[in-house]
T-cell receptor, first 112, second 116 residues
Framework: DVKVTQSSRYLVKRTGEKVFLECVQD?????MFWYRQDPGLGLRLIYF???????EKGDIPEGYSVSREKKERFSLILESASTNQTSMYLC???????????FGQGTRLTVV | AQTVTQSQPEMSVQEAETVTLSCTYD???????LFWYKQPPSRQMILVIR??????QNATENRFSVNFQKAAKSFSLKISDSQLGDAAMYFC?????????????FGTGTRLKVLA
């Protein structure tokens, strides 16, 4: 079974803190994604990466950055957390266009 | 830009009955993939079923089947013999092989409740 591991299931951070959300896949796949999930809005793409050190902005990149130094690890960074970034964050990877995405269990982030 | 619409925020079904979840999408492309994902309370998104647009035959996976109407840009999910374990959020998703971005576009989700 393929596996995507997100480092935390729940996080509580203070406004202004720098926050790192880590995601690790156990396969050697290029395409990785960070989504944000909010009620009534579905999943919205923040950033994606198709190779090491390669990244592309998604639909809502403002306030976020990413890092991909190794193929298996894709990190989402909140440079200065704000309360409107309180949300569920989902990491995923996809082997190729013909297969589905595989998701982590999500990190529920609360910014107070 | 492509969009995916799920017009039913919440649905209920009696155990053992059949329910259909709706999904429509907008695209100008002819080749694409469509997916239904399930997100149970555990939050782990899992694939329920997928459909390639070039295939006219509707995909089926055990109790789950789709009604894919390409001209109408409709992709509904039918769950037969509903079970308590089917209770979850269901997301419809679109992916284009020609977009160059590999990204998925998701609908807003339908919460399915299964009544005992």
């Amino acid at each position: 079974d393929v596996k995507v591991t997100q480092s935390s299931r729940y996080l509580v951070k203070r406004t202004g803190e720098k926050v790192f959300l880590e995601c690790v896949q156990d396969m050697d796949h290029e395409n990785m994604f960070w989504y944000r999930q909010d009620p009534g809005l579905g999943l919205r793409l923040i950033y994606f990466s198709y190779d090491v050190k390669m990244k592309e902005k998604g639909d809502i990149p403002e306030g976020y950055s990413v890092s991909r130094e190794k193929k298996e690890r894709f990190s989402l960074i909140l440079e200065s957390a704000s309360t409107n970034q309180t949300s569920m964050y989902l990491c995923a990877f996809s082997p190729d266009l013909n297969t589905e995405a595989f998701f982590g269990q999500g990190t529920r982030l609360t910014v107070v | 830009a492509q969009t995916v619409t799920q017009s039913q925020p919440e649905m209920s079904v009696q155990e053992a009955e059949t329910v259909t979840l709706s999904c429509t999408y907008d695209t100008s492309e002819s080749d694409y993939y469509l997916f239904w994902y399930k997100q149970p309370p555990s939050r782990q998104m899992i694939l329920v079923i997928r459909q390639e647009a070039y295939k006219q035959q509707n995909a089926t996976e055990n109790r789950f089947s789709v009604n894919f109407q390409k001209a109408a840009k409709s992709f509904s999910l039918k769950i037969s013999d509903s079970q308590l374990g089917d209770a979850a959020m269901y997301f419809c998703a679109y992916r284009s092989p020609t977009s160059g971005t590999y990204k998925y576009i998701f609908g807003t989700g339908t919460r399915l409740k299964v009544l005992a």
